[in-house]
């Protein structure tokens, strides 16, 4: 149990163009999910968290114009990244923390296999 | 904001070698997890472990919650143990990194 998809896996764009990213969590209700950037041999930032039903938080430093969030449903949250330069590519990571009606309420969360974007 | 420290920063064992990795946090959490991401990005979840001690197969970990750090212990290294562990708190609703421990496997 526990598994979180993102898609796509890895995706190359060009400059200015927007990329949208998905993050489901198949097996559980997750009311929070949360975005993570990963530069290469570095640590997650986290970026925002998203809250099903309601506008995301983010974090300092984190362009909510930029990095749009959407949590339209208990499975799904997605990314999408904005006029996109190369400045963006990065590894964008999400995470999904069971919610109401999930098998256990912890603080646990599963994270997704990440996107590798690539901006041209 | 709270810090988390791991070390050692890079690890190179040969294979069947014994480690000890640490995490130290600064303020009290809600909890830890220790994770590995595998060389194709994928994190895996070890332990979910805000105290005590959790065994699972070679693995096992122990958190200290009132000493604020918690181990992670790998026995008998494999290749496929190979990756960049890393530990992450829970506070105030939110999960933060440490910087990750890079082990790495030798044949």
């Known amino acids: 149990g526990a598994v979180v998809s993102q898609h796509p896996s890895w995706v190359i764009c060009k400059s200015g163009t927007s990329v949208k990213i998905e993050c489901r969590s198949l097996d559980f209700q997750a009311t929070t999910m949360f975005w993570y950037r990963q530069f290469p041999k570095q640590s997650l930032m986290l970026m925002a968290t998203?809250?099903?039903?309601?506008?995301?938080?983010?974090e300092q430093g984190v362009e909510k114009d930029k990095f749009l969030i959407n949590h339209a449903s208990l499975t799904l949250s997605t990314l999408t990244v904005t006029s996109a330069h190369p400045e963006d590519s990065s590894f964008y990571i999400c995470s999904a923390r069971e919610g109401e009606g999930g098998l256990a309420r912890t603080n646990e969360q599963f994270f997704g296999p990440g996107t590798r974007l690539t901006v041209l | 904001g709270i810090q988390v420290e791991q070390s050692p920063p890079d690890l190179i064992l040969q294979e069947g070698a014994n480690s000890t990795l640490r995490c130290n946090f600064s303020d009290s959490v809600n909890n830890l997890q220790w994770f590995h991401q595998n060389p194709w990005g994928q994190l895996i979840n070890l332990f979910y472990?805000?105290?005590g001690t959790k065994q699972n197969g070679r693995l096992s970990a122990t958190t200290v919650a009132t000493e604020r750090y918690s181990l992670l212990y790998i026995s008998s290294s494999q290749t496929t143990d190979s990756g960049v562990y890393f530990c992450a708190v829970n506070r105030d609703d939110k999960i933060i990194f440490g910087k990750g421990t890079r082990l790495h496997i030798l044949p």
């Open positions: 472990i805000p105290s």
């Open positions: 998203s809250n099903e039903g309601s506008k995301a938080t983010y």
